[in-house]
């Protein structure tokens, strides 16, 4: 009598590549804007340490835009999301919503939203998909 083990995990979804517009972050950037929702792609230039404030734990880390000199920092909410295992060098894909300063600008909200009131983001890397 042979027995089957069934093994549930729960883990970050594998996705297909993923379609990034890093020239609407340049536009974004350019025209000084924020609150735009965003899809970037690059290659981890920096990881930084761990920000905690009022809205939680932040993971955060810089891009370099692929084809491009413009460098965007992302702030990760671990307390809300899922921590994304990104080092320096790792291409990385990120969905969030971009926020304008001079220094290039920020991509948060890169999570879920348990409340439901703003679209969820994600980060991906090495094809699997954190959110």
């Not at 069934?6 to 924020?34: F, G, M, Q, W």
């Not at 990104?86 to 969905?95: T, Y």
């Amino acid at each position: 009598m042979r027995a089957t083990l069934l093994v549930l995990l729960i883990a970050p979804a594998c996705v297909a590549a993923t379609t990034s517009d890093n020239a609407a972050v340049e536009r974004a950037y350019a025209e000084k804007r924020s609150t735009v929702e965003v899809t970037a792609q690059g290659v981890v230039t920096s990881v930084l340490a761990d920000d905690s404030g009022p809205s939680g734990v932040h993971q955060r880390f810089i891009i370099r835009l692929t084809g491009s000199t413009q460098t965007v920092l992302v702030e990760n909410n671990v307390t809300v999301g899922q921590r994304a295992p990104v080092l320096q060098g790792n291409d990385v894909s990120v969905h969030g919503e971009y926020v304008w300063n001079d220094l290039g600008g920020l991509i948060h909200f890169t999570h879920h939203d348990p409340a439901h009131t703003h679209e969820g983001g994600w980060i991906e890397v090495s094809g699997v998909r954190y959110q």
